[in-house]
Nanobody, 123 residues
């Protein structure tokens, strides 16, 4: 059974940072790219980043996010720095059907989604 388990969320103060993890199981991890998305209250889900099977990275916005993967641990990480209240959202990881991140912002190219982890940025 394919599973993606996002974790690492919580309450963070503004200007802080955190690292989210996405632990995968049930498939050959290094055959798939992984994407990160988020959904803020009252808003549509939006793309943050994608990492290909070989480690190539793509971002919707530059600067505050860094995605990485450890194929030996079947885990993808998303580090976000200088957090702002508007970063409050549920963060999801998702498996792409392919190794590459082509058209990665299109949510239809992902076949499995994790349950999400809530990040709340507040003082």
């Amino acid at each position: 059974e394919v599973q993606l388990q996002a974790s690492g969320g919580g309450l963070v103060q503004p200007e802080g940072s955190l690292r989210l993890s996405c632990a995968a199981s049930g498939f050959t991890f290094d055959d798939h790219a992984i994407g990160w998305f988020r959904q803020a209250p009252g808003k549509e889900r939006e793309g943050i980043s994608c990492i290909s099977s070989s480690g190539g990275t793509f971002y919707a916005n530059s600067g505050r996010s860094t995605v990485s993967r450890d194929n030996a641990k079947n885990t993808v990480y998303l580090r976000i720095s200088t957090l702002k209240p508007e970063d409050t959202a549920v963060y999801y990881c998702a498996r792409r059907r392919t190794r590459m991140c082509l058209d990665w912002l299109s949510q239809g190219v992902y076949d499995y989604w994790g349950q999400g982890t809530l990040v709340t940025v507040s003082s």
